[in-house]
């Protein structure tokens, strides 16, 4: 029965993700990556992983979206202010992204000892999987200074699309 709910999360989870990435109107792009999250913490349902799904909603279909929705909004964007971005060189310069962030993605996995070679598989127990504790403790300890990046990074996007905003209605 987990694994009719497992399919149908991930069938949500594909078919928003790319209605996410391929939908002209930015908010509607941002509805559909909403939609996305929401399947994301249904997985974590699924795995248990309460607390995990639990801050999913929070702070990604929450927060993250409508700080999406406010700037997107904020700026107004017609279509006219738009440019159109077309030609082989973004699909390959796509590729190319997307291979560069598997690979990172891969490295970081093997490095921190989450792949197992031999075997294929993800060494992870279910267990420690959506602990509060095992959560936290890397978080505020070892990776506080790049969330703290995170955060000024956002805010300094907030900062330029006010800025932008006002300069468009002046």
Known sequence: MIGIFFWLFAALLTVSGLLAITRRNAVSAALWAAVSFIAIAGIFVLLQAYFLAVVEVLVYAGAIMVLFL????????????????????????????????????????????????????????????GETKSLAAPLFMEYVLPFEIASFLLLAAIVGAVLITKKRLT
């Open 70 to 129: 406010f700037v997107i909004m904020l700026l107004n964007l017609r279509e006219e202010d738009l440019q159109v971005l077309e030609g082989p060189r973004l699909h390959i310069l796509g590729v190319l992204l997307a291979a560069g962030f598997l690979g990172g993605l891969v490295w970081t996995c093997r490095r921190a000892g989450l792949y197992d070679a031999k075997n294929g598989a993800i060494k992870m127990t279910a267990e420690s999987v």
